[in-house]
């Protein structure tokens, strides 16, 4: 059956910055080239697929009496810790279905500090960690964690506010860096313990049951053994950062970090796809970071690397993620 699939997503283009603005405002927002290469490659799966663009193109077209079979969606949304709820909740108020996770797990993962709760309830291993709205809230009798700690903004992603500033590692330090981010980023600061070692990205595609892809390894200027070195803002678009898939790892290490990802994809209730981000310790131990449902699924990222390492194309991939959520619609 062909089906008439409705593109939503928040282009770059259609949020100009203004001055005063910072730069990295609108940093998960996806440029015209990743637009284009996800369009073409979604067209290969033979259904009709159609550029919504964002949210309120969405509800505009609906509202004008234009109907969709079913949304692929990646929107961003624009602020707030809900941004990324908002596109679900939409397609769910018009009775469409969508591909991706639902508002809950989109509220849930980008607050990484309960995404960290809810793997704590369910005894899976991420760093230990406090988060604090007021730096009245850090005093040194009271800390408990043990340094280096690294000090992020609970509710952003693209390494926003992360810098070599961000590894403290002592309490001077940590409350120095605890007041600029709160000052800067108006959010709640998320202090943990920061994982001397390796660093992983896994994607995770489909449902019941879903499936770990080959596990991508992060390399920061040609080395694997990161040690206390990790993915700052100012590396995003560097050429010190590059990825290894298949990662270089052994057996044990592979089925410890496959179960802990998909321990970890069920327990923040994701659907169709999502990319979770690792660190490993020297003792061979990993721990969650973060759980990225809306991956950057464009040329630029690691998408095209997995899918060789699975050996398919590109396009098969995202096609696959495609089925994957049309399956759980049971529209395929
Ligand atoms: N606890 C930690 N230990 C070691 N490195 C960390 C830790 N938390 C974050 N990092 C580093 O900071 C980067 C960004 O943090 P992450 O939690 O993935 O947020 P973002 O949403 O910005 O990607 C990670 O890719 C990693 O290099
Ligand atoms: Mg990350």
Redesign the pocket.
């Known amino acids: 059956m062909k089906l008439k699939i409705g593109f939503t997503y928040d282009a770059k283009n259609d949020y100009p910055l203004h001055p005063g603005d910072n730069p990295d405002k609108y940093a998960e927002f996806d440029s015209e080239d990743t637009i284009r290469e996800i369009t073409d490659a979604l067209k290969t799966s033979g259904h009709q697929i159609v550029r919504v663009g964002n949210i309120r193109s969405f509800i505009k077209q609906v509202n004008a009496g234009e109907k969709y079979d079913f949304i692929f969606n990646i929107c961003e949304g624009i602020k707030g810790r809900n941004r990324e709820s908002q596109a679900p909740a939409v397609f769910e108020v018009y009775d469409t279905p969508y591909s991706g996770s639902d508002a809950l797990t989109m509220g849930l993962t980008l607050d990484?500090t309960m995404a960290k709760r809810i793997l704590q309830y369910h005894g899976l291993k991420t760093?230990n960690?406090i988060a604090v709205k007021s730096v009245e809230e850090l005093s040194p009798k009271k800390f408990k964690l043990r340094f280096p700690?690294?000090v992020?903004?609970s509710l952003?992603?693209?390494?926003?506010?992360?810098s070599r500033e961000?590894?403290c590692r002592n309490f001077t330090q940590l409350k120095k860096r605890a007041e600029w981010l709160l000052e800067t980023y108006k959010q709640p600061a998320?202090i943990?313990?920061?994982?001397?070692?390796y660093?992983f990205?896994v994607p995770v595609l489909g449902n019941d049951p879903p499936k770990v892809l080959p596990i991508v390894q992060?390399a920061i200027s040609g080395k694997t053994d990161?040690g206390?070195?990790?993915?700052?803002?100012a590396r995003v678009d560097s050429t010190d950062i590059n990825y290894l898939c298949p990662a270089e790892i052994d057996k044990e290490l592979e089925e410890k970090i496959n179960t802990l990802v998909l321990e970890s994809y069920k327990a923040l209730g994701c659907h169709d796809v999502s990319r979770i981000?690792i660190?490993v310790d020297y003792n061979n131990e990993p721990?969650f970071?973060?759980c990225?449902p809306l991956p950057n699924i464009g040329r630029i990222d690691v998408f095209p690397l997995v899918a060789k390492a699975m050996g398919i194309t590109y396009e098969q991939l995202l096609c696959l993620v495609l089925d994957a959520s049309l399956k759980r619609h049971k529209l395929a």
């Open positions: 990484k760093p960690f700690i690294i992020k903004p952003e992603g693209t390494s926003k506010g992360i961000s590894l998320l943990e313990e920061f994982i001397i070692g660093e990205t992060t990161l206390d070195d990790f993915y700052t803002q981000d660190r721990y970071l973060e990225n």
